[in-house]
Structures are given as structure tokens and as C-alpha cells.
T-cell receptor, first 113, second 116 residues
Framework: GENVEQHPSTLSVQEGDSAVIKCTYS??????FPWYKQELGKRPQLIID?????GEKKDQRIAVTLNKTAKHFSLHITETQPEDSAVYFC????????????FGKGTRLHILP | GAGVSQSPRYKVAKRGQDVALRCDPI?????LFWYQQALGQGPEFLTY????????KSGLPSDRFFAERPEGSVSTLKIQRTQQEDSAVYLC??????????????FGAGSRLTVL
């Protein structure tokens, strides 16, 4: 089955700097890669996703890149702000195949003032 | 409803007790997932329904865990003879039909189970 590895587990960046979180997956058939943000005590919420037919997707300060050959994908947050502090989870699944979404263990992002 | 509703939000059980956790997905969402999230960890897959059919239960940690969705809407996760290692937040999520190519999960707020 699919296995998703995520690193780093904790990341501290100065406000205004960029943050990068990296994930790898094991199943080459996976074709859908969402990222979820979970604030303390709250539910995970989708912030961006990418499908295997594209290599990069951007939404304002957030971008995700995908390297299918290497089976890794990354989340990039630019111009970080205090509200970006949260735990971020990457995930992988086989869309359109009734397949479960497998999550990484998460990255706790701290934005330092 | 407007979102995924879970109840109870908090449950304290003595070891050995049975518990039942309820999930009310977004109206019309075909797919329903249960995840277990231990403190400081990512959501771990438990089981998945498409309508009333349980398509995958490979993540259920033992035969003490049972889930059902008899009418293809509300789902219940039951844990029998609870153990301390069952303490976690149990997250329910729903998504629209996978045939539409939209495997986007909307999570509920979770049920936090503490087993003493």
C-alpha cells in the first residue's frame, strides 16, 4: 500500500521568510496529492492540491510542486505570516479509483516574530 | 448539512467500556472516511464507505473496531472493550462521488476519546 513520508517534523522560520515542506510517496499509481493545514485544536482543512498531470500549482503565497519520476512533492509558503503557524499534512491517493487518502505525519510550522 | 458533524466531541471511557462515535456527513456526499489521529501524529486511515458499502476496512487496528453506514448517510464507529491505546481523536471526513474526480475531503471536528 501507499506510504507517505514527510519532513521536517518541525520547522521554524522568521516572519516574511519562505517555508518549504517535502514529502515522498511510494506508490507510483498515486495521482492526487493534497495538502491540509490543521490549526491547534481544529480540523484539518485543504489548502491546495495537485494532480499528476501538472508539475506545479500556485495559489497566492502557496505553491506545490510535483516530481513524478522521483515520487516527491513539496509545499512552498512565501512571505510567511503569523497565521501560517499550524501543522501541515501532505497526502497521496489514487483519485477516481475509490482509494483512501494516506497522510504524512505532519510538519509543525512556527512563524517567529 | 453545511458541514461534517461528529458527536460526541469528547468522550471519556473506562478501560473495557464500549463506545460509539457518530458522523453525519455533508448531505449528498457519497464517500465517508474514518481516521484516527493520535496526539502529534497525522491522521491514520481506518475505514472507507461509498454509500452504504464498506469498501476498505484495512486500517481498523483490531476486531474491537467496527464501523457501519447502513443507509448510506450517517456512520457510526464502534469500539468495543476500549483500551488505553485507543485514546485519540477520531476524525470523520466526507467527499463527493469519486467518479467526479473530486477526492477532496471535508473533515468533521473530531471526537476526542480518552480511555482511563
Amino acid at each position: 500500500g501507499e506510504n507517505v513520508e514527510q519532513h521536517p517534523s518541525t520547522l521554524s522560520v522568521q516572519e516574511g521568510d519562505s517555508a518549504v515542506i517535502k514529502c515522498t510517496y511510494s506508490d507510483s499509481a498515486s495521482n492526487y496529492f493534497p495538502w491540509y493545514k490543521q490549526e491547534l485544536g481544529k480540523r484539518p482543512q485543504l489548502i491546495i492540491d495537485i494532480r499528476s498531470n501538472v508539475g506545479e500549482k500556485k495559489d497566492q503565497r502557496i505553491a506545490v510542486t510535483l516530481n513524478k519520476t522521483a515520487k516527491h512533492f513539496s509545499l512552498h509558503i512565501t512571505e510567511t505570516q503569523p497565521e501560517d503557524s499550524a501543522v501541515y499534512f501532505c497526502a497521496a491517493s489514487q483519485e477516481n479509483r475509490d482509494d483512501k487518502i494516506i497522510f504524512g505525519k505532519g510538519t509543525r510550522l512556527h512563524i517567529l516574530p | 448539512g453545511a458541514g461534517v458533524s461528529q458527536s460526541p466531541r469528547y468522550k471519556v471511557a473506562k478501560r473495557g467500556q464500549d463506545v460509539a462515535l457518530r458522523c453525519d456527513p455533508i448531505s449528498g456526499h457519497v464517500s465517508l472516511f474514518w481516521y484516527q489521529q493520535a496526539l502529534g501524529q497525522g491522521p491514520e486511515f481506518l475505514t472507507y464507505f461509498q454509500n452504504e458499502a464498506q469498501l476498505d476496512k484495512s486500517g481498523l487496528p483490531s476486531d474491537r473496531f467496527f464501523a457501519e453506514r447502513p443507509e448510506g448517510s450517517v456512520s457510526t464507529l464502534k469500539i468495543q472493550r476500549t483500551q488505553q491505546e485507543d485514546s485519540a481523536v477520531y476524525l470523520c471526513a466526507s467527499s463527493s462521488s469519486p467518479s467526479s474526480g473530486a477526492n477532496v475531503l471535508t473533515f468533521g471536528a473530531g471526537s476526542r476519546l480518552t480511555v482511563l
